[in-house]
């Protein structure tokens, strides 16, 4: 081998190492903004005795954190914020109207959170009343009756188009759906930052949905521990031994994004897990007296 090629081979050497270093930083979310984060979220975790997955992201910057993100989660009734956007993507195609009718069907009925499981077969209801309960109130037998209008599959290449990579809904009956449906934390912050950008199905459609999610009334997670001043448009998942919970905080003029999955064998260490980590997350921000790097002023619904 000649003088020449051997610099060629170290320099190339150099290059691949220098490109492996920041994208195992980039991935890791270590950078020196993030580090105290990461470390203060570490420390959180270490003590917990359930599996839990955190995913942070800084909505200006685009810069996200995430611990423990190998595994998939049963996301329970996170799962229905894909619902919503496939519903909406849809609407747009002018496949069906929000105005449109659906009728109540014994087989449609899932029991579990919302009111409608106790309706009478039959009952007629605009799309646009599921889905509000689906988000608003957790309804699941509301769920169940979109997923059958919009299908599985578009659910999920819609999901695909958008870059999530590990979300996917294999059955509409979220009581039982462990081993079937599943997501990451890493995968809701990404279609999150996308609502806030504005870019699922348009502007007007984001902004409604995370309009919807403002209204949603399980906030016994990310936002119980917020001051009522902060907005936060969220969507939580419970089931037995799981405590989830994904949304988008409007904090001052620099807003971010949060998701925790949580697999524990008690309910109540995996809720305090969720809002330990708000509370922490926020309290950090507030150290930090973050402010935004855009001249953006948060938008208001």
């Known amino acids: 081998m000649t003088k020449n090629m051997m610099r060629v081979v170290v320099y ?22 993030m580090m105290p984060l990461r470390q203060l979220l570490e420390k959180n975790i270490l003590p917990i005795k359930a599996n839990v997955s955190v995913a942070y992201t ?9 611990i423990n993100d190998t595994k998939r989660f049963n996301p329970a009734s996170v799962i229905k914020v894909p619902v919503m956007i496939e519903t909406y993507r849809q609407i747009s195609q002018e ?9 109540l069907k014994p087989e449609y009925k899932v029991w579990g959170s919302g009111q409608l499981f106790y309706a009478k077969p039959g009952t007629e209801y605009t ?13 699941n037998t509301a769920t169940k009756m979109l997923i059958d209008l919009v299908g599985m599959d578009n659910i999920n290449q819609t999901m695909r188009s958008l870059g999530l990579t590990d979300t996917v809904v294999r059955t ?3 009581i039982n759906a462990e081993g079937l449906n599943f997501s990451k934390p890493s995968d809701m912050n990404k279609l999150m ?3 806030y950008k504005g ?6 459609a984001s902004d409604d949905m995370i309009g919807i999610m403002l209204r949603q009334q399980h906030r016994w997670g990310i936002p119980r521990v917020l001051p009522p001043t902060v907005q936060v448009a969220n969507k939580t998942g419970t089931l037995t031994g799981i ?7 409007l904090y001052k003029n620099a807003p971010y994004i949060l998701t925790i999955f949580t697999r524990s064998d008690s309910n109540q260490i995996a809720q305090n897990f969720v809002k330990k980590v708000s509370l922490d997350i926020y309290k950090w921000k507030e150290s930090n007296n973050a402010v935004s790097r855009e001249n953006t002023a948060m938008v208001s619904y």
């Open 12 to 33: 190339l050497s150099l290059i691949v190492g220098i490109l492996g270093y920041f994208n195992t930083n980039a991935t890791s979310g270590t950078s020196s903004q």
């Open 58 to 66: 800084d909505i200006f910057t685009g810069e996200t954190l995430v």
């Open 95 to 103: 496949r069906f109207k929000f105005t449109d009718k659906l009728v």
């Open 127 to 139: 799309i646009r009343t599921l889905m509000e309960n689906m988000i608003i109130h957790s309804d």
């Open 172 to 174: 509409d009956n979220l």
């Open 193 to 195: 930052y996308k609502l």
């Open 199 to 204: 870019e699922i199905v348009s502007k007007q």
């Open 243 to 249: 405590r989830n919970d994904s949304g988008i905080i």
